[in-house]
């Protein structure tokens, strides 16, 4: 089958992250799956990010059917366009203050529509694995966005990595020892998005049908004129 583009959205633009050597262990592990095309998202620094901050939209009020044309600031069509070319998502983030960092939040915050039904897994990092961000974003995917939420996997960071200068490079043998939780994740994950790659697969095929279907019946009505 073709392959699948996966949207790995690094989910915070502090400087030196740990969250970074994580990323960077995850990225080689996905590389081992050949029917998945990775497309890392830095929300800090890449093409179109940050996301503004102003909202002058309602994203809940625009159907998809009308996405990405229906928004006003380019650098947010550019991200509903990304988003609409995915089929399932990565989220890679630390916990901040018991929650999600505001940059990723937000860059969630901008669409609605895009969301719903995606599937998407879970990397939060944290001295106790990120676990009350994972409480925070299960709501805000599952509920709130309508997104297929497939797993979650807390990478617990070590207190000096965390107070010290010496930041999380991702060759470590502690980082090494979630491949087992992240490789499960990513089944379920690679699952999902068949599921989901094949039935947009199917849809179009239909769609196309019911255009020459209508193409016909134009001609034919045109020659019976």
Same mark, same amino acid.
């Given at each position: 089958?073709?392959?699948?583009?996966?949207?790995?959205?690094?989910?915070?633009?502090?400087?030196?992250?740990?969250?970074l050597g994580i990323f960077k262990y995850i990225q080689q592990i996905i590389s081992t799956y050949p029917t998945i095309q990775p497309d890392p998202i830095f929300l800090g620094e890449s093409l179109g990010h940050p996301l503004p901050?102003? +909202?002058d939209q309602m994203p809940a009020s625009i159907p998809l059917a009308s996405c990405p044309e229906a *928004?006003?600031?380019?650098?947010?069509?550019?991200?509903s366009n990304t988003v609409l070319g995915w089929d399932?998502?990565?989220?890679?983030?630390?916990?901040?203050?018991?929650?999600?960092?505001?940059?990723?939040?937000n860059a969630f915050d901008q669409?609605?529509?895009?969301?719903?039904g995606v599937p998407v897994g879970l990397v939060s990092c944290g001295s106790r694995g990120g676990n009350r961000m994972q409480i925070v974003l299960e709501e805000?995917?599952?509920?709130?966005?309508?997104?297929?939420?497939?797993?979650?996997?807390?990478?617990?960071?070590?207190?000096?990595? +965390?107070l010290g200068d010496e930041k999380v490079k991702g060759d470590e043998d502690w980082v090494?020892? *979630?491949e087992g939780e992240l490789k499960g994740l990513l089944n379920e994950l690679e699952g999902k998005m068949k599921k989901r790659f094949q039935k947009k697969k199917i849809d179009e095929a239909e769609k196309g049908e019911?255009?020459?279907e209508k193409e016909v019946k134009e001609h034919v009505e045109e020659n019976a004129t």
């Open positions: 089958m073709s392959t699948m583009k996966l949207g790995i959205i690094f989910g915070t633009h502090r400087t030196h992250s740990n969250t901050l102003l +909202i *928004y006003t600031l380019p650098e947010i069509r550019a991200w399932g998502i990565l989220i890679v983030a630390p916990q901040y203050n018991r929650g999600p960092p505001a940059v990723l939040k669409l609605y529509s895009e969301w719903e805000m995917l599952g509920d709130g966005l309508k997104m297929d939420l497939v797993g979650m996997v807390g990478v617990k960071i070590p207190k000096e990595s +965390i090494k020892g *979630y019911e255009g020459k």
